[in-house]
């Protein structure tokens, strides 16, 4: 009788849990997410060339920015899709060129990506969630040498741009 007892009491666990999972992979329709934090890049070179030829050897530092980013989506359950805008800022820290170095430059840099997220969800426990998925899309990254237009001597540099395509790794907690 114990033993019955303990098989019909563990399906009906069972089945609750299963009815409690299934809330959760429920459609949740349309969302809208915003998130802001900090953001670093890696220190690069910037070259410069005229007819071919390179003109300037720059070396770039970069101080910590931030980033702000909101996202439209549609959620499946345990899948979403979602459209991603983001925007991120960072000044220059320090720069070298073949004409000298500056620890204190006006420099800086900022991106404009946009991104198709496709993203997975799994419950952690109560509360707590995981969520793993990736993104691709395109990025416009915009280069401002400084107030006076350059850093190299030159009577003004220009601001310089570039849109390339790009794809994201997502892993996030919630």
Known sequence: MKFRTLLLSTAVA????GAADAAVTTPTGWYISLAG???????GNIDEFSTGVLTTANTFSWDAGYIVSGAVGYDFGRWRVEFEN???HNDADGF???FGCSSAPNGEVWELSQMVNALYDIEISGRFSASVGAGIGGNLVVFTPDTAGNFDGSAAGLETDDYVLAGQLIAQVA
């Open 14 to 17: 069972l089945a609750s849990a």
């Open 37 to 43: 934090g900090a953001n670093w890049i890696e220190d």
């Open 86 to 88: 983001t925007y991120r």
């Open 96 to 98: 070298c060129s073949t």
